[in-house]
């Protein structure tokens, strides 16, 4: 069965930096396209930033620019280093693959920008 654990959130001022750890496991990693997604209280799930299986990263526009997606095939695990949060990017953070077919969502980790 596919495995996703998410680790890495909490809570951080405004403007701090926060680094997010998907470690996968129960699929060939290395085939998939990864995606973080994130979804904030009232608002649907949204696709954050992937990363395909050759290494390029796509971004939504309203993280562009302030975080980076990478992934390490050898290990199972991709990662998003988030830097100048904002209030706005409090979520529970999850990550899956990209597309139709997705494992299970795991529990996620909570992000909270605060002062």
């Known amino acids: 069965q596919v495995q996703l654990v998410e680790s890495g959130g909490g809570l951080v001022q405004p403007g701090g930096p926060l680094r997010l750890s998907c470690a996968a496991s129960g699929f060939i990693f290395r085939m998939y396209a990864m995606g973080w997604y994130r979804q904030a209280p009232g608002k649907q799930r949204e696709l954050v930033a992937s990363?395909?299986?050759?290494?390029?990263?796509y971004y939504a526009d309203s993280v562009k620019g302030r975080f980076t997606i990478s992934r390490d095939n050898d290990k199972n695990t991709v990662t998003l280093q988030m830097n100048s949060l904002k209030p706005e990017d409090t979520a529970v953070y999850y990550c899956?693959?990209?597309?139709?077919?997705?494992?299970?969502w795991g529990q996620g980790t909570q992000v909270t920008v605060s002062s």
């Open positions: 899956n693959t990209v597309g139709i077919i997705k494992g299970s």
């Open positions: 990363i395909n299986s050759g290494g390029s990263p």
